[in-house]
């Protein structure tokens, strides 16, 4: 009963707590970063693979120290992650964007130490500029594996028609010396099984590349810190594929995972209303604070909370912003609702204040992090006009 309303989550994120926080907030709880990167860490220890933490996931510096005791470095998205990375977290850098302009690949050179590319034309484009560059820099090329389980278009990236990864009829007579490693990424919070089966995918599309490589990267969307993820599936695989191509140097490249059920996002209600329905109009929004559930859609569980009608009081939880469709969901609570009450809406690190926007001039909501054992809190950051008025004019 207590979990089916997400009671037990109450453990990381107590309500002396979250009614304490000034609101909306991401409340992040240090611990289960931590928690989280132990998990990450024993794969790494099981199988001499490393791991990096997608930026484009989670980028809090404040954080980095937690995670970088663990992880090996981070995988960038293009030249201003790769600088992120590059000065706060401190290890390695692996860059991948779909296309490199002229400008951006001068700063990607400069933060980056594994550069990744999506064709074989940027390849070429860029590579003399690289080898200009004191640094070494190792080189990758993402290919697409061809296989992939994800249902949801959106976030399908080897979907039919998609713009990622050189396809292996492509690579057909390319000589690829120069490249040091291949680099696919086709899961999305998937258990390993799914993993197994793109692997074999890629394998009898690209092995014959591999033994001429230095490193394969296996991308993210591993779900290696859920409660049910077949950590010794991912294991075995992966040592099993080192053995076959005389060891090599195997990168995973998560972000949710690295964060999964760290944080929360803590907001009040701000009124209650009645249209055939009661809604509540909440301090945050969907469109500007939780994109993913507008975008995938989901509804994300609240402390407290359940389905419609499952608990005696049924409310359509709406957001602060104009766009008509900014409603977070419909939920039941055990007792009706009241201004100033706090929701603190579950698993909220990941893909979100990455993504979000100052539409309406909505304030983003503070970043605060929760170090459980000291019963501590610091706030990150705040927010407010200068944030929205930065986006349109110089400071
Ligand atoms: C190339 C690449 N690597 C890593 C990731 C991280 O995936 P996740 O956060 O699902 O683990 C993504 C997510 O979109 C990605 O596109």
């Known amino acids: 009963m207590t979990d089916k309303f997400h009671k037990d989550a109450l453990k990381d994120f107590p309500e002396e707590i979250t009614n304490y926080v000034e609101t909306p907030c991401y409340l992040i709880n240090s611990q289960i970063i931590e928690n989280n990167c132990k998990i990450l860490n024993e794969v790494q220890e099981r199988t001499g693979a490393k791991i990096l933490l997608a930026l484009k996931a989670f980028a809090l510096p404040k954080a980095f120290p937690i ?12 030249p201003i992650e790769a600088k992120l990375g ?21 700063d990607v050179i400069k933060y980056s130490d594994h550069i990744i590319f999506n064709s074989l034309y940027m390849w070429k484009k860029h590579e003399p500029l690289i080898k200009q560059s004191e640094k070494k820099i190792e080189l ?14 959106l976030y399908n990236p080897c979907a039919p028609g998609s713009r990622f990864g050189v396809r ?7 000589d690829l010396t120069g490249i040091d490693g291949l680099h696919f990424h086709a899961l999305c919070e998937q258990n390993s099984d799914v993993f197994v089966r793109v692997l074999s995918s890629f394998e009898n599309l690209f092995g014959k590349y591999i033994p001429k490589m230095k490193w394969v990267n296996f991308g993210g969307g591993h779900h290696i810190t859920r409660k049910d993820y077949d950590i010794d599936l991912l294991c075995n695989t992966i040592n099993d594929f080192r053995k076959r191509y005389n060891n090599i140097q195997v990168y995973l490249e998560p972000g949710e995972a690295v964060v999964l059920n760290s944080g929360v996002l803590v907001s009040t209600v ?47 939880l709406g957001g602060i912003s104009c766009l008509a469709g900014d409603v977070i969901g419909d939920y039941s609570f055990e007792k009706p609702l009241k201004r100033g009450d706090r929701l603190v809406f579950l698993d909220m690190a990941l893909y979100s204040f990455v993504k979000n926007t100052t539409f309406n001039g909505i304030k983003l909501p503070s970043l605060i992090m929760y170090y459980p054992e000291k019963r501590e809190i610091e706030v990150v950051r705040r927010f407010g006009y200068d944030d929205y008025r930065l986006k349109f004019m110089e400071r």
Do not use: Q, W
């Not at 692996?94 to 001068?106: L, M, N, Q």
């Not at 292996?168 to 390319?174: F, I, Q, S, T, Y």
């Not at 109009?281 to 402390?303: F, G």
């Open 67 to 78: 995670i970088s005791k663990y992880l090996h470095g981070v995988c960038a998205s293009g």
């Open 140 to 153: 990758g090329l993402r290919v697409n594996p061809e296989h992939s389980e994800v249902e949801v278009l």
């Open 270 to 316: 701000l009124d209650i209303i009645n249209n055939e329905i009661d809604i509540a109009i909440l301090d945050t929004s969907a469109e500007t604070h939780m994109p993913d559930v507008l975008a995938m859609p989901y509804t994300p569980n609240i402390i407290g909370a359940g389905k419609p009608g499952e608990l005696p009081y049924t409310y359509r």
């Open 86 to 106: 590059y000065e706060y977290f401190r290890k390695e850098v692996h860059t991948f964007a779909p296309a490199y302009s002229e400008e951006d690949i001068i």
């Open 168 to 174: 292996a009829k492509e690579l057909e007579g390319v």
